[in-house]
């Protein structure tokens, strides 16, 4: 053990000094998902920052109703800033300079044309580079109208079956509870904030090209000559296999914790409950030192080597669900996904960052765990001769 330990502290030394381990296990991840972060909206948040302006030339019961009661009770959720404008010219300009995403445009004799069956038109004017907050805009209005479309129709339907009294009849209507009500519940499938997703995702896709670094330095050992001397060294060959294996892990798990804190306290990243996802990573690594020894094993030079693992790094990467959500991919995407690692960590984390306990863990670490007992059994039956000799 102790010459094992020696071995990997050379290793870990050499990496140190070249800056290969640290530019690909943390700069790299680090300074990906920072811009992922940056550019990409957070589409499971609560709030946005959408910008909308109301103009009330109506002054009626049904425009007040809506900018008195609906508007602060989006605007309460976090969902809407409003702002009242006084001046239709100055409510417009401020939409196309950018300032608002959209305003609400209520003209006057609005309210009195509603009531008396007329109709009317609620006009709205949304910003053309605001996509997204014009839609949202649009529906909370919308959502509104169609309340006061269902009482316009059962005021019309009351006064024809020959009721007399139309106020006391759109009272009732306004007071009759709605027949559907959408409820709001949690799924039980948890899914991470594209902060948390893009610092996990970007950690554990470079995982796999920084535990590379030990398990193909074995190759590089016979390339440059000094495996024969180890081997003639008094140190048992399982020894030297061990202080590769150490070097992989000290390394992944080192990347693994900066990338953790570092998003954390850079970007805001949720990981979660440390112990669990001290446990996800452990087991993450260990997979990836798995995968990667079994393809170094069958290199026969660390160029072919580097070139099989980039390869299968990638590819695992992506159907792993690193870079986008499985959820927005097709079923068979998904499927296929749970023969990686990745998309094991990624489920594991999607649970604890959302306050699920340890036990949801258990099936994410069982799966990577697997994934390392079965890649390194085969690295060690392929690499018994053509590795070591052994």
Do not use: C
């Not at 948890?190 to 554990?204: N, P, Y």
């Not at 180890?230 to 080192?254: D, E, H, M, Q, Y």
């Amino acid at each position: 053990m102790r010459a094992a330990i020696i071995i990997a502290l050379k290793d870990l030394s050499q990496r140190l000094r070249d800056k290969s381990a640290i530019l690909m296990g943390i700069v790299a991840p680090l300074g990906l998902a920072f811009i992922f972060a940056a550019i990409i909206p957070d589409a499971t948040a609560s709030s946005f920052d959408i910008h909308v302006g109301v103009v009330d030339s109506d002054g009626g019961e049904i425009s007040a109703s809506f900018i008195n009661d609906v508007l602060p009770s989006v605007e309460a959720q976090g969902l809407l800033t409003v702002t009242k404008y006084d001046d239709v010219d100055q409510a417009l300009t401020d939409v196309e300079n950018g300032d608002e995403d959209a305003v609400y445009i209520f003209p006057a004799g609005y309210s009195a044309s509603v009531q008396s069956g007329a109709g009317g038109t609620v006009r709205m004017v949304r910003n053309v580079d605001s996509t997204i907050g014009g839609q949202i805009a649009k529906a909370v209005l919308d959502g509104y109208l169609s309340e006061v479309e269902a009482v316009t129709v059962s005021v019309g339907t009351a006064m024809v079956d020959g009721a007399r009294d139309a106020p006391a009849v759109r009272a009732l209507a306004m007071e009759t509870p709605a027949a559907v009500v959408l409820a709001d519940t949690e799924a039980s499938n948890r899914t991470l904030d594209s902060t948390t997703f893009f610092a996990a995702g970007m950690a554990v896709f470079f995982l796999f090209f920084t535990v590379q670094f030990g398990v193909s330095s074995l190759l590089e050992e016979r390339l440059n000559g000094t495996l024969p001397r180890l081997l003639g060294a008094p140190i048992n060959r399982w020894s030297i296999i061990g202080g590769k294996a150490i070097t992989s892990f000290v390394l992944g798990l080192v990347s693994m914790v900066v990338l953790a804190v570092g998003t954390t306290l850079l970007i805001g990243a949720n990981w979660g409950n440390p112990v669990a996802v001290a446990i996800l990573m452990v087991a993450g690594v260990l997979a990836a030192l798995g995968i990667m020894a079994m393809v170094a094993v069958v290199a026969k030079t660390p160029e072919q080597a580097a070139n099989w693992q980039s390869i299968i790094a990638v590819v695992l990467g992506l159907l792993g669900g690193t870079f986008f959500p499985l959820s927005q991919g097709p079923r068979l995407l998904a499927a296929l996904s749970k023969l990686t690692p990745h998309a094991w960590f990624m489920q594991g984390l999607g649970d604890i960052s959302s306050g699920a306990g340890l036990s949801a863990v258990i099936t994410p670490t069982l799966a990577m765990l697997a994934f390392f007992v079965v890649t390194l059994g085969l690295a060690i039956w392929f690499g018994r001769e053509r590795v070591l000799a052994l």
